[in-house]
């Protein structure tokens, strides 16, 4: 599913998650296009499909967990998050989510997540899942924040041709991490620059080129940490990047950090 782009600086993964094969997942009409999990951690990311009338069934969150609506709708008990939107839920989020028409989202996990124990393990649909009786630990929160993407402003960078807009900044959390969405132009170029820490991308449209390899819309990026990555669109491209860490520019200058740390 990951071809590997080697560099003596690290690694870069792509993955085109079209040409992917649905995967059904153990409770009926969900499917899912895995691209990374790890069980041990709760760790996820791809893309996960929901057939009309789908429930994916009460879980509490133990890590920051976001969705992101390429088509469709989920209705939780305290909203509903739409096409566009990316659905956040913080550690101790606790609700069931339920399709009514057909949705597609592109999900990160990371941390595990509990299911009631008397749901039986074919319940449990997330990676990293655990049995366990809970309580929501905070009532009054609402379970999932629901951010409009496109209608966030957009900052221009000191990059040319390059914009972002922060649809999560994770200093509320335990986490020192960022969610962006970048926009280049035709012809925009990111400098190279060396990632501390994990950084991924989904290429939502257009055209993304990571050292030389490119990607187009429907496309996940994983970027090791102590990779050096150049970065450019030859004729624009909407991303979502999640950066786990500043980066460092190769040339030493001191322009601000393009994920917005």
């Known amino acids: 599913m990951l071809q590997s782009v080697r560099r003596p600086s690290g690694k870069v993964y792509t993955c085109d998650a079209i040409e992917m094969a649905w995967a059904a997942m153990p409770r009926p009409g969900l499917y899912q296009k895995v ?3 790890d069980e041990a951690k709760g760790r996820y990311l791809g893309l996960i499909a929901f057939d009309p009338l789908t429930r994916i069934g009460l879980h509490q969150h133990l890590g920051t967990a976001i969705s992101y609506f390429l088509d469709g709708s989920l209705h939780d008990y ?3 998050a739409v096409r566009g939107q990316a659905g956040i839920n913080l550690k101790g989020a606790t609700h069931d989510a339920l399709a009514y028409n057909r949705c597609i989202i592109a999900a990160r996990l ?3 997540v509990l299911y009631p124990r008397a749901d039986g393990a074919e319940a449990r649909v997330h990676t990293g899942a655990r049995a366990a009786d809970f309580v929501n630990p905070n009532p009054e929160a609402p ?3 629901n951010v409009t993407v496109d209608t966030l402003r957009p900052f221009a960078t000191t990059i040319g041709g390059v914009s972002r807009r922060m649809i999560f900044d994770y200093r509320e959390t335990e986490d020192n991490r960022r969610f962006v ?6 012809g925009a170029r990111i400098p190279v620059h060396r990632t501390r820490d994990l950084v991924e991308f989904f290429v939502i449209a257009g055209d993304l080129t990571i050292n030389g390899v490119k990607s187009v819309g429907g496309t996940f990026a994983i970027v090791e940490p102590g990779t050096e ?3 450019s669109s030859e004729f624009g491209a909407k991303v979502l990047a999640w950066a786990e860490a500043p980066i ?3 040339d030493g200058a001191s322009r601000p950090d393009v994920y917005g740390f």
Do not use: T
């Open 35 to 37: 691209v990374r999990a």
């Open 78 to 80: 305290d909203s509903e």
């Open 110 to 112: 990371e941390g595990p």
């Open 143 to 145: 379970p999932e924040i």
């Open 181 to 186: 969405q970048l926009s280049l132009l035709p």
């Open 229 to 231: 990555i150049d970065v």
């Open 248 to 250: 460092d520019w190769a």
